[in-house]
């Protein structure tokens, strides 16, 4: 594990993750003084002086040693709008571990900037630092919250009843976690996304672990966050053989989170031999096509011909 912070600053599509600087205190202050910014976080709005402090530690912080926190400051590329920020505590170096977290403005909320920052920092945490597993805990409450760890492709590890409490007021919490070899896995950021007929088609190819369950659809979703991606055409290989038996309902599951995302779903490739062994399939995959929001293709012209209108010849 190396935490070398000369990889700083980190850059996304639209962002800049970087270093606080003296110049940011006036917008911190700002949206730390907004009562809904600590709705989930168990705590009050700081009093200025608790915020001067708060700033002041983020102009000098370690992170070396457990418990040291990274701070980041979550910048607009278009117009260098201070909108956030984005942490990763270090919970332990001998275990190579570490705690994922954000807080964004409200003022800049419902423009995918949290989980664009969220991904850019858990991307540097199993890349650039090495960990071997980053974890995240939100309230069970905080609904947006809870789907955005589920964008990243975070699985959820549990589920604490009424283990916290702010004033008089107990709350559940959820813990969602991932490994190394899970980012690795799951992380598709550099196989290919091609524009067919309009859509951004983000290709999955053969080779990778198999895809098993519900969750590995927001998996899938989660790696492809950020590029503006509308379909995901996977190669029908990675599906394990139970995914083509429609009475254990993983498919309509799998399509399902797909469709709750507006991603759709292309299945590439010959599934002639699950076809032959299953009339409910058939149906199945006939309907599906029928409809054309999800697909079933058997190569790359057929997707072709899905996807690209036909022209009409002049007469």
Do not use: C
């Not at 983020?58 to 117009?79: H, I, S, Y």
């Not at 549990?158 to 690795?184: S, T």
């Not at 697909?295 to 997707?303: H, Q």
Request: no cysteine; net charge negative.
């Amino acid at each position: 594990m190396q935490l070398d912070l000369t990889i700083l600053p980190l850059q996304s599509d639209r962002l800049t993750l970087r270093a606080f600087t003296e110049g940011d205190r006036a917008q911190y202050a700002a949206y730390h003084r907004i009562p809904e910014v600590y709705r989930y976080l168990y705590s009050a709005v700081p009093s200025e002086t608790e915020l001067d402090t708060k700033f002041n530690t983020l102009l000098r912080q370690p992170f070396l040693n457990d418990g040291d926190t990274l701070k980041l400051a979550v910048v607009t590329k278009e117009d260098h709008n201070l909108v956030g920020e984005v942490v990763l505590k270090l919970t332990s170096v001998q275990a190579e571990q570490a705690e994922l977290g954000y807080l964004l403005s409200p003022d800049f909320g419902g423009r995918g900037y949290a989980t664009e920052a969220a991904r850019a920092l858990l991307a540097a945490g199993f890349e650039a630092f090495g960990f071997h597993r980053i974890f995240g805990r939100v309230d069970a409450a905080n609904g947006p919250s809870v789907r955005l760890l589920e964008r990243l492709g975070m699985r959820q590890e549990g589920h604490l009843i009424a283990n916290d409490r702010f004033g008089d007021k107990w709350g559940d919490e959820k813990v969602f976690a991932m490994l190394q070899e899970e980012w690795k896995s799951f992380n598709i950021r550099n196989e290919s996304v091609e524009r067919i007929g309009g859509h951004n088609v983000q290709f999955v190819g053969s080779s990778g672990p198999m895809l098993s369950r519900e969750q590995d659809a927001l998996d899938l979703i989660g790696a492809t966050y950020g590029r503006d991606v509308d379909i995901i055409v996977v190669s029908a290989e990675r599906f394990i053989s139970e995914f083509f038996r429609l009475n254990n309902q993983l498919a309509g599951h799998f399509f399902q989170k797909m469709q709750n995302y507006g991603i759709r779903l292309v299945i590439l490739g010959d599934i002639s031999f699950h076809l032959s062994r299953s009339k409910a399939l058939q149906d199945f995959v006939g309907e599906t096509n029928r409809i054309g929001h999800h697909l079933f293709v058997t190569d790359r012209a057929m997707l072709e011909e899905k996807l690209v209108p036909a022209i009409r010849p002049n007469l």
